[in-house]
């Protein structure tokens, strides 16, 4: 079986920080995860968007700061990829579903092969960019 590989040391393009994202980049300086919330409808969402994916409206969206905690919902192994990930085969590729009840795809780091699992519990790991911000990503949660 082959080593995967963590993915930390990958040179990433930086992400571009939109009026509507902007608190979720400001919040990855700090290593703090925000989300944004419809308090309409009572449901979070990610990625960050103009308007609630639910309503339509910006009225009722506001950023709360979650844990970041959640469960691996399906992966993959990625043997092939494309730039700027060719190169760094193989790795893991996640849908992970928060405690919150969101989705969101990333790279589990610092995880075998024969450990990933769906249903295995996740933490945050922030990856650093070079402008400061940190890249969302995710580890085991062994505690």
Known sequence: MAELNDMSGLVRPVPPIRSFSKPFWDATREKRLLLQYDSEVGAYQFYPRPTSIYTGRRRHLEWREVSGKGRIFSFTIVRRAREPFRGAEPFLLALVTLDEGVNVMSNILH?????????????????????????????????
């Not at 450990?115 to 969302?136: F, K, S, V």
């Open 111 to 143: 995880c075998s092969e024969a450990e990933i699992a769906t249903g295995m519990p996740i933490r945050p790991h922030w990856t650093p960019l070079p402008d400061g911000r940190h890249l969302l990503m995710f580890e085991p949660d062994r505690d």
